[in-house]
Structure formats: C-alpha cells, structure tokens
C-alpha cells in the first residue's frame, strides 16, 4: 500500500477533536510514508490533514474540480494538485490514485463518497479497503446502520467486512494491510431444477 485516500468535512465541525484527530491521521499517513489522496481543499478538516501530512514530510496529492479552484480554496502547497472537470471525475481520479479509503467526520459529501467507493468495492470495480476513523463517537450511528441493514437483508453477510471502523489511524491502516477483499457482487441465482 502506496496511498490512501481521506473523504471528510470542508469546515472544522462543532468539537476540537475532529481537528485533533484529522493532525493524528495525517501524521500516520506521514510517518508511514503513505501518500495522501484527498479532495485539494484548503479549509475544514480537509485543509488540516492536508497541512498535517506536508507539515511531517509526506506527499499529498489533491484533486479538484475547476469550479471550486476557481474559487480559490485550493491548497496551494501541495505535492501535486490535479483539477478535473467534475465532482464525479474527481471520485474517479481519487479511486485511480489511492489504494485505501478513510471518512474522517464529514457531512452530505463525505458521505455520497464514502457509499459511492464502497459500492464500487461491492461491485467488484476495486479491491481496495474502506474504513471509517470513528472519532469521538461520529460514526456510531452510522456503524449501527450497517448492522441495521445486514440484519434487514440488503447487506448481505459477505459482504460486511468491506466495511472497516477504527478510532485510531494506526489501527485502522492495520486492518487495511491485512483486508482480503470479498467475491465480486452478483445478481444471477441458480434457478432450482425440477
């Protein structure tokens, strides 16, 4: 494993933990000199990972559309920016890059990408782990939910361990290491013989 890629929070969110906790993952990229992947922002909790990795000697990758760098909230300090046409372009790119996933607390679109690349994994369209860094508890309702819908038949068993959570980024790296990525989803049933 190369790099990872970090969905999360275009602002700083209501608790200092997140910020703390965003300096922790960023130091861990760094110091096991894994390459940060992320969305090329300058601000939010984006910004801080982004700041933290650079700030310890690592290499972050940014990938932004052209209408937020036109909105000059691009980092400007990063390893290497790339700007993509579009929101969806840029998930892709991100994929390309990175050879994990991690959602740091975020809101609607840390949670669009987050679902988006775990579906994909479903899909079979990557291998690659997905985790969540469950930082003072922002997550929990969200871990409910997977076991919510395991229990209520639309995820199915197999298909659970996609799904990785953590409160420490060494832990969770840990488990990204050792993910053995599940049979690719199909729909075809065997039709009973009679």
Not at 128 to 151: A, Q, R, W
Request: hydrophobic share 40%.
């Amino acid at each position: 494993m190369k790099s990872v890629a970090v969905f999360c929070g275009s602002s700083m969110g209501a608790s200092l933990s997140y910020k703390e906790e965003a300096v922790r993952l960023g130091k861990e990229l760094a110091r096991q000199k894994l390459t940060l992947v992320y969305g090329g922002s300058s601000v939010g909790i984006m910004g801080v990972v982004a700041d933290t990795v650079l700030a310890e000697g690592g290499k972050v990758i940014g990938v932004i559309p052209k209408m937020l760098e036109e909105r000059e909230i691009s980092h400007p300090h990063l390893t290497e920016l790339i700007v993509v046409d579009s929101m969806h372009t840029r998930k892709t790119k991100m994929a390309e890059l990175a050879d994990g996933f991690i959602a740091l607390p975020g809101g609607p679109g840390t949670m669009e990408e987050f679902f988006e690349i775990f579906t994909w994994a479903q899909l079979g369209l990557h291998q690659k782990p997905c985790g969540i860094l469950n930082v003072n508890h922002y997550y929990d309702l969200l871990i409910s939910f997977f076991t919510h819908m395991n229990e209520q038949q639309f995820l199915h068993d197999l298909y659970m361990p996609i799904f990785l959570s953590d409160t420490d980024p060494a832990s969770l790296i840990e488990q990204f290491r050792s993910y053995n990525p599940p049979p690719v989803k199909t729909y075809i049933e065997k039709k009973s013989q009679t």
